[in-house]
RNA sequence: GGUCGGAUGGCCGAGAGGCGAGGCUCAGGACUGCAAAUCCUGCCACACGGGUUCAAAUCCCGUUCCGACCUCCA
C-alpha cells in the first residue's frame, strides 16, 4: 500500500508520488525548537502534523528514521540568559524540557534521536572547513564565518525569490561581508557569550549550520524529507540548502512545511502577544482533545485558533471515544487496530485528514448502527477501524499515554458508584422517579454521568 | 517593491468543472418513565463583477478585503 503516497513539495510546489531514496526505508529531519520559550500551540501543531506524516510512514511499512533536532544556542538564549540571570544552558534545558512535556501530553512520539546544536560543534567545524576550501564561505579574520550567497547559482529556490529583489538588512556591515546577504555561519565570540574554538577563532554557530551537519550526520548527504513551519522557508531553509549543496550533498529530496496556527487572523508570535502556550490550554481540555483539534485541518492550512472551535473538536473526539467505550462494553475487549481502506486512501493524498476525519465519521455511524442492533462482528470492524484511524492521529483513547487515573481508587470509586446505581434501579422498579432522579442528579454534580442502555447502565466521568 | 497564501452555510472545515464531504450547533422525529446516548429527517454555502462551457465553488479576466515571508520565527 505504500505506493500511492502523493506528498506536496514545496520545491516543487505540487503532490507526487512518494518514492523513497532506499525502497521500505525514509529517512525525516524536522526542524525542531530553538529553546528560548515556552512552546505555544503552533509549534506543536507542527509537531503533531509531523507526527502524524511519521506514524502513516510507519504504519505503510517503512523503516522511519525521524530526526527532529533542538537548536540549544542562539541570540535569544543568550538575551534571555542575561535577562533572568541564569546561565544560557540553564535557560535552553528549561525550555527543552517544556517541550518535550508539552510533546509527551500530545502523544507525539520521541523522534529516532533528537541532536541539540551544541553536541554538534565538531561536524560545524567540519562542515565550514569543507565549504572555505571550495570557495563557497569566507573567514574575513574578524573571527566570523560567512556564507557566499553569490557562489551558489541555485540559491533561493525554495522560496522562488531572486536574490536582486531581497530587501537588504539596513544594519549590513560590508566591513567584513563581501554582500550584505551573505549570512554568518559562525559567529565570533563576544565577551561573556558561550564560544568554541576554531581554525578562525572562538564563537558560536550562526543559526542555521546546526541543521545541514545535524541533517548530514544521522541522515547522509542526501534524504528523503526535510519539515518545518511555513516561516522557516526563508531564510532557514533556504540557507540550509545553501551550505549543504555548496558542500556539494545532494540534502533533501522533498520539503515539507506546515502552516501556521493563527489568533485573530495573524500568527501567533511572542512580539504580537497573541501566542498561547500549550500549557495554558491543557488547562482547559485534555492532550488528547488538544491534538484532535490540532491535527484536523490539512496540515498546509492556516488554522484559526479559539476556544470554541477547541471545545468543538473536543466535542466530536468525545463521540468518537464514547463510542470506543461502549464497543469495548459490549464486545468484553478492544479490538486491535486496523485501517479502512476510505482512511488510507484520504492519507496516501497528500495527509488529507479532514477526508480520513470523514471516513470516521462513516464508519462511527455505521458502528453505532450495529451497537443497537446487537450486530457484535459490525461493532468489531468499526470499533477496529476507527481504532486504526485514531493510531494514526495518534489519538486512540486506549493508548497508555493518555491513562487519567492511577487505579489506586479506582476499585473504591466502582463500588461507590454500583451502589448508588443499585439504588437508582431499586427505586426505578417500584417507580419511584423522583427518587432514581434524585439519585442521577446528586452522582451527576460529581461528576458522574449515567445512561441507560438495552444492556443496563453504563456510567462515566465527565 | 519582490515572493507566497487565503475569503466556502450560524460556527469549524474539505473539495478543485457535473453526482450536495464531514463535524459542531439548531429544529423536528424514532427510542426512552424522564434524561443521556444513538439513529433518521431538515437547515442547498462557496468575497464581488464579468467571461469560457451543455454544465463553474472549481477554469479565464478584472476587483475588493485579509494574512505571511523578505535574515528572530513552528
Redesign the pocket.
Known sequence: MSARLKLYNTAT?EVADFHPLKSGQVGIYL????V??PP????V??GVNFDILRRWLSASGYDVTFIRNV?DI???ILHKAVHEEIPWWAVAEKYERAFTDAYRALNVLPPTYEPRATGHITQMIELMELLIANGSAYAPGNGDVYLD?RHLKSYLTL?????D?????EDADLTYKKD????ALWKAAKPGDPSWPTPWGAGRPG??LECSAMAHAYLGETFDIHG?????????HE?EIAQSQSAGWGFANIWM??????AS????????GN?LQVQEILKTVRGIELRWYLG???Y?????F?F??L???S??FR?IE??LK?ATDVLGETPEGVISSGFSEAMN??L?V??A??V???I??L???A??AGDLAGVRVAAAEIRGALNILGCDPFDPIFATSSSANAELLDGLVALALEQ?AAA?VR?D??A??AI?DQIAALGV?????AAG?RWSIS
Do not use: Y
Open positions: 510546489r526542524c525542531g525548537a530553538t528560548q520559550a505555544h500551540i503552533g509549534h501543531r507542527s537548536t542562539d541570540d535569544k550567497v522560496s522562488n525569490q531572486k536574490l529583489d531581497l530587501q537588504s538588512a550584505p546577504r551573505d549570512f543559526w542555521h518545518g513551519g511555513l516561516d522557516l522557508i526563508f531564510p532557514h540557507n512545511h506546515n502552516a501556521w496556527v493563527t487572523g495573524e500568527k501567533m508570535s511572542k512580539s504580537l501566542s484536523s485541518a490539512h498546509r492550512s492556516m488554522t484559526e479559539s470554541e472551535a471545545e468543538e473538536a466535542v466530536n463521540r464514547g463510542f461502549r493524498e497528500d488529507a479532514p477526508t476525519l470523514a470516521i465519521a462513516e462511527m455511524r458502528g453505532n448502527t451497537l443497537s437508582r426505578r417507580k422517579f423522583a432514581a432522579d442521577r454521568v449515567i445512561e441507560d442502555t447502565t
